[in-house]
């Protein structure tokens, strides 16, 4: 079975944020208001941080693109009081979004941010897509067209590629990837299997240094940073 | 029963049944849009919704979907696209493989344009003004008319003028088109018989340009190679922001940084801690506009180590003997030192690592040349990348190959149009005031208002917007208010089209023909087509297509020109591309790529006297002899530092105004796309504002802290926003970035943030024409 990992390259992030923006055209993710980014209530499955330290004028501002990290030990799936979160066998954590019951648990417990709540009903858009579930058994986590007012949304590693990629035979990783790997103008983002050794993910983990986000809390995320 | 409660399950948007939605039952939806249709006429305009309620489950997935070739226009860049269209919505965006500039990258801008096309405030049919009286903040009252009456009207107009032989008194105002409409835009002032065809380059990078002319005869931008590039000094160039193509900065910096076998140095040089700076290997502040000096003392310790490129200076340039001379006698590292505030060895290790590095980049940024003086900036730039031999070569500087349209028929002048061109034009480029210039945008206010060389009747504004992208919005503001009658054509209601008689409404690049081509782009030419992906909206019609229209109605040499082009905007771009590649191929593949670039035409590649590169510019002296005695000055001919004048006095305004632009509002018209707005400042980790950005010790000393309200305040004005205390900022300036604080439309965009250009004063770069956006001073204070 698969490993589904990312490894982002923050020398070669630009820092354009075509990520976060094409996160959301392929997801249909709601766009945020002014009131709600001063009261954080903004939803995002994938954005940037900045973190600057220094003082002028010797400054540094590392910008850190952060989807979900899809754990391999997520605290937000051991405290879902209503199952509604859990890890496919590829690694993938998925929201179930019809047993969510909103109780945000899921969001105090994420050391990233990942996780956003649906405070409102989200409008329907032209732009949007409204694609229909595979089959029966994709139904559950299915994130299109959009998701209910009342539960907790976040990135899937865009799923819905990669399992019709599988169907037809193609390779992940390569010919299929997430929406923000394919949108990042730099080409600074690899997905793949991170067991397979002749992955380019393992690859560049092997050949670089890299990090990841909060590792003291042993989370084992699976979005892996290559130091600039 | 089953099926009837599925189907408005579904209308109401319940991606499951039964689960809690949005409330819009199909009975309701009738409702509403029976309603909508009503208000029309009270509103003025009907505002379109953004919404889909009525799709049919699975027509709208991307398994049924098509990819339709064009191109974006968000900024001039003009990146090759892909758009996937599924039932009859436009859903995604990605990049044209086949596009070389980018190689088929895009910015986010790219993927924005979702929201540009279904913005729901766009404007869907002809408006005319019923509030006679003009200004900012005044509700033109608009009422909706018929195209038919829309066009009567102005045809009428534009053929009073032509009768009266008076087709000067047209000014045609031109912003971010696309090229095929730039062509046609030109076509039909020629025809018409107006000099007056002003577009939007005087407040972009006219100095770069005139810089770059003077020494080898280019009067372009120049483009580079980047691939093979070893060494990047920006001279307050945003490379990943705000310099186009942007997509191909974005691009390369990733094959630059880790995709070959030596890791490009990129060294930042600008009075700001830019994203671009936070990504480079080194940012070096320097005091504002004083760039020229840095590459000067660059060129000395260049010249003095014997690091430059001997062969390519003997063979191919003129003049380095009196450059050496200047560079060893003036700009000595110490010496500029104390000008730029860089410390002396800096400079020197800086300059030591462009000449020893091949081949190296030195690239000059808005925050370099728009300034007094800024040809000469730009002039001294370019000097260094031909003193390190980085001029046509592999990682170099690339001349710009242009693509081989077919040939438009000559426009032949009619003796209307032959007495309007006897006239000066507005912007008075070319003349003594600005003797190098080709469009000297920021002069057209003052024209109006002083009413010479003549009084305009009538004007025409195509995607323009300058009275908020221009300094001194202001005397914008009051020069609109003068014109008898302005006609404004765009898809959305500008702070411009405030100042309208009537507003057509225009297509954006999502419902259009058009061909398209980056200047810069990848130094061979490149060719982008734009086709329609989805009907227009409302009842917009495309800029070809209104000016094919005008062009039939107003009878003369107008008409004339416009026969035997096409017939239409689809047409037009099908006739220009023809000698180009066959048109379903273009349709298909939405690009056409030119012959691969060829190296090292130097026996060619030099428009100057000499035929070569020149450190003294034969050029303009040749210009300053055909002007003869009609230039003001003494005007040097090398490269050079001048002391910088401001406007505002030091002691009553401490600090320099530092306006900049980032990507997500870099060459835009309207910020109403709240996926733009979200997330506009990476850099500072905020959206939906326009903060004003301090030192801290600055801040200290004015006793400011973090979210404070201000003013800033300049000898022209004063705007309000909150303090932003940054690490990343000269002492001496404050930073605001641009494209925020519109007051005409927009949900997304009306009141938030501010914009400086409504303080910064009007002063030019004289040769060129160029907007100075840098020199005015301010003071900030609580507010």
């Not at chain 2, 082009?565 to 030119?594: C, D, Q």
């Not at chain 2, 055909?626 to 000055?633: A, D, L």
């Not at chain 2, 910064?760 to 907007?771: N, P, R, W, Y």
């Amino acid at each position: 079975m698969a490993k589904w990992g990312m490894v982002i390259d923050l020398d070669k992030c630009v820092g354009c944020q075509a990520c976060v923006v094409s996160c959301k055209e392929e997801n249909n993710v709601p766009h945020g208001s002014p009131e709600e980014q001063r009261s954080r209530r903004e939803i995002y499955w994938h954005k940037m941080i900045a973190a600057t330290k220094g003082k002028y004028p010797y400054v540094r501002t590392e910008l850190i693109p952060m989807p979900c990290m899809h754990c391999e030990h997520p605290p937000c799936v051991t405290v879902c009081p209503a199952k509604a979160t859990f890890q496919r066998d590829d690694g993938i954590v998925v929201q179930y979004y019809r047993r969510c019951i909103g109780c945000k648990y899921c969001m105090v417990a994420c050391p990233y941010g990942a996780r956003s709540f649906n405070y409102k009903a989200q409008e329907p858009k032209a732009y949007q897509r409204q694609d229909e579930p595979p089959d029966r058994n994709s139904w559950a986590p299915w994130p299109f067209p959009v998701r209910t007012q009342g539960v907790v949304e976040k990135c899937t590693f865009c799923f819905h590629r990669i399992d019709q990629g599988l169907k037809e035979g193609k390779k992940i990783g390569t010919e299929v990837v997430p929406a923000c790997v394919e949108a990042c103008p730099s080409h600074a983002r690899t997905f793949g299997d991170l067991d397979d050794p002749q992955s380019p993910v393992a690859q560049l983990l092997a050949s670089r240094a890299s990090f990841r986000l909060r590792e003291e809390l042993a989370t084992r995320p699976k979005v892996i940073y290559l130091s600039r | 029963m089953g099926a009837k409660r599925d189907m408005d399950d579904h209308l109401s948007g319940a991606d499951e049944k039964g689960g809690r939605c949005s409330r819009l039952s199909r009975r309701k939806f009738l409702k509403l849009t029976a309603m909508a249709g009503l208000s029309v006429g009270a509103i003025g305009i009907h505002k379109q919704s953004d919404s889909a309620p009525s799709v049919q489950p699975g027509d709208a997935s991307t398994a049924k979907g098509r990819w339709i070739s064009t191109s974006c226009l968000n900024c001039p860049a003009r990146c090759g696209i892909t758009v996937k269209v599924a039932g009859e919505k436009a859903i995604q965006i990605k990049g044209n493989r086949s596009s070389l500039i980018s190689e088929g990258e895009i910015c986010p801008r790219g993927h924005i344009g979702l929201q540009v096309l279904y913005d729901p405030e766009r404007i869907l049919s002809p408006l005319k003004r019923s509030q006679p009286e003009k200004g900012k903040g005044i509700a033109p009252q608009w009422k909706p008319i018929s195209w038919d009456q829309a066009i009567e009207e102005i045809v009428g107009k534009l053929r009073t003028l032509r009768d009266t032989f008076q087709p000067h008194h047209l000014l045609l105002l031109s912003g971010l088109n696309s090229r095929s409409n730039e062509d046609l835009l030109s076509r039909f002032a020629e025809a018409f018989g107006t000099p007056n065809l002003v577009s939007g380059d005087g407040l972009d990078r006219e100095a770069e340009k005139t810089g770059n002319w003077m020494a080898d005869g280019h009067f372009d931008a120049c483009a580079y190679d980047l691939d093979q590039t070893n060494y990047l000094l920006s001279f307050g160039a945003d490379l990943l922001e705000s310099t186009p193509p942007v997509a191909r900065w974005l691009r390369k910096w990733g094959r630059l940084r880790r995709e070959k076998p030596t890791r490009t140095k990129v060294v930042d040089v600008q009075p700001r801690y830019s994203l671009t700076a936070s990504k480079s290997d080194e940012w070096i502040p320097i005091k504002p506009g004083t760039d020229a000096a840095l590459a000067m003392a660059m060129a000395h310790v260049i010249i003095r180590e014997e690091l430059f490129d001997h062969s390519f200076v003997k063979e191919w340039t003129v003049g380095f003997d009196q450059y050496r001379q200047i560079a060893l006698q003036h700009y000595a590292p110490e010496t500029v030192s104390k000008i730029t505030g860089i410390p002396a060895e800096t400079i020197r290790r800086i300059a030591g690592e462009f000449g020893r590095t091949r081949p190296a980049l030195a690239i000059p940024g808005k925050g370099a040349i728009a300034w007094p003086g800024g040809s000469y900036t730009s002039y001294a730039i370019h000097c260094l990348n031909a003193l390190v031999g980085s001029i046509d070569v592999p990682g170099g500087i690339l001349y710009q190959e242009s693509p081989g349209y077919r040939a438009v028929p000559n426009v032949a002048y009619d003796e209307i149009a032959r007495k309007g061109f006897e006239q000066p034009s507005l912007d008075l480029h070319g003349t003594e005031g600005f003797p190098a210039a080709q469009v000297v945008t920021n002069q057209v206010p003052r024209s109006l208002l002083e009413g010479k060389p003549y009084p305009i009747k009538m004007a025409i504004g195509f995607n323009s917007n300058f009275n908020m992208t221009a300094p001194a919005t202001g005397q914008w503001e009051e020069a609109l208010k003068k014109i008898p009658f302005y006609v404004h054509v765009a898809p959305f209601i500008s702070e411009m089209a405030e100042f309208a008689d009537l507003v057509l409404p225009s297509t954006t690049f999502f419902e259009e023909w058009g061909y398209d081509h980056s200047s810069p782009g990848a130094g061979s030419a490149e060719v982008r087509i734009k086709q329609p992906v989805v009907q227009p909206i409302g009842d917009s019609k495309s800029i070809g297509d209104i000016l094919f229209h005008l062009a039939e109605r107003v009878p003369g040499g107008v008409t004339k020109a416009f026969k035997d082009v096409g017939g239409s905007a689809e047409g037009f771009v099908r006739f220009r591309t023809s000698s180009l590649l066959p048109w379903e191929e273009f349709l298909k593949k939405g690009v056409w790529k030119g012959p691969a670039y060829e190296y090292g035409k130097y026996p060619r590649i030099f428009h100057t006297p000499s035929k070569k590169f020149e450190f003294v510019s034969g050029n303009l002296r040749a210009l300053q002899i055909k002007k003869g005695r009609s230039v003001k000055e003494e005007i040097p001919s090398s490269p050079h530092y001048s002391d910088l004048k401001w406007l505002g006095e030091e002691g009553q305004y401490p600090l320099v105004l530092f306006p900049y632009q980032p990507l997500l509002t870099f060459g835009n018209g309207s910020q109403n796309y709240p996926w733009a707005q979200e997330i506009f400042l990476p850099l500072q980790g905020v959206g939906w504002v326009s903060p004003a950005e301090i030192n801290s010790e600055t801040a200290r000393s004015l006793n400011l802290r973090d979210r404070d309200e201000v003013w800033i305040e300049s000898p022209f004005g004063k705007i309000r926003t909150r303090v932003k205390v940054s690490e990343g900022v000269h002492p001496g300036i404050v930073c605001i970035p641009c494209g925020q604080g519109h007051t005409s439309y927009g949900k997304w965009q009306k009141g938030i943030g501010c914009n400086p250009n409504e303080v910064i004063g009007i002063d030019f770069d004289v040769l060129s024409g160029q907007s100075a956006f840098f020199n005015t001073r301010v003071k900030i204070y609580k507010a």
